[in-house]
T-cell receptor, first 110, second 116 residues
Framework: TQLLEQSPQFLSIQEGENLTVYCNSS?????LQWYRQEPGEGPVLLVT?????EVKKLKRLTFQFGDARKDSSLHITAAQPGDTGLYLC??????????FGSGTKLNVKP | GAGVSQSPSNKVTEKGKDVELRCDPI?????LYWYRQSLGQGLEFLIY????????KSGLPSDRFSAERTGGSVSTLTIQRTQQEDSAVYLC??????????????FGEGSRLTVL
């Protein structure tokens, strides 16, 4: 069983559309991170959020940490083919042990 | 610059054989993690080393799995008597301890294990 559940598992959209990916848990985390992974490579950090209710924006990506620090969302505006990849959320538990979500595979078609 | 290095990148073995996977973390990083990833899905936590503390082995799926970290640097993940369900990509990550929960995990490219 995954400590962090992501939805949807798969998303296939056209270039220019908006999308939101959700990361949910029943556990409280001291921080929540989002990573993006491309085939044959390791995940790469996109953002870290540490405060409940925090919202961070990176260009077309908006990340939100839930007030109770149990969930998070990633919103992409005007998706581009370069956004294609596997998106993973990760929560930091006690002693900085990081638990990863089940992943969301995004395909953006030109 | 040197990132996290993993070897071998690909390993094909027969059921029942032992395998060793190696991880060379970024110099100076005190935290080292091993994860397993099946079929491009999420990452399953295996084991976590932090400095000189006893490792957190709570994610190891069976006693066929073990890992060690020598001199606070290189780590080896050993799988004994491999089974077909062990086939996966094994990812290693390291992190500096100074940033704690806000720190970034730096991943290697993984070792893809196929058990025939």
């Amino acid at each position: 069983t995954q400590l962090l559940e992501q939805s949807p598992q798969f998303l296939s959209i056209q270039e220019g559309e908006n999308l939101t990916v959700y990361c949910n848990s029943s556990s409280v985390f001291s921080s929540l991170q989002w990573y993006r992974q491309e085939p044959g490579e390791g995940p790469v950090l996109l953002v870290t959020v540490v405060t409940g209710g925090e919202v961070k924006k990176l260009k077309r990506l908006t990340f939100q940490f839930g007030d109770a620090r149990k969930d998070s969302s990633l919103h992409i505006t005007a998706a581009q083919p370069g956004d294609t990849g596997l998106y993973l959320c990760a929560g930091a538990g006690s002693f900085n042990k990081f638990y990863f979500g089940s992943g969301t595979k995004l395909n953006v078609k030109p | 610059g040197a990132g996290v290095s993993q070897s071998p990148s690909n390993k094909v073995t027969e059921k029942g054989k032992d395998v060793e996977l190696r991880c060379d973390p970024i110099s100076g990083h005190t935290a080292l993690y091993w994860y397993r990833q099946s079929l491009g899905q999420g990452l399953e936590f295996l084991i976590y080393f932090q400095g000189n503390s006893a490792p957190d082995k709570s994610g190891l799926p069976s006693d066929r799995f073990s890992a060690e970290r020598t001199g606070g640097s290189v780590s080896t993940l050993t799988i004994q008597r491999t089974q077909q369900e062990d086939s996966a990509v094994y990812l290693c990550a390291s992190a500096p301890s100074s940033l704690g929960a806000a720190g970034e995990l730096f991943f290697g490219e993984g070792s893809r294990l196929t058990v025939l």
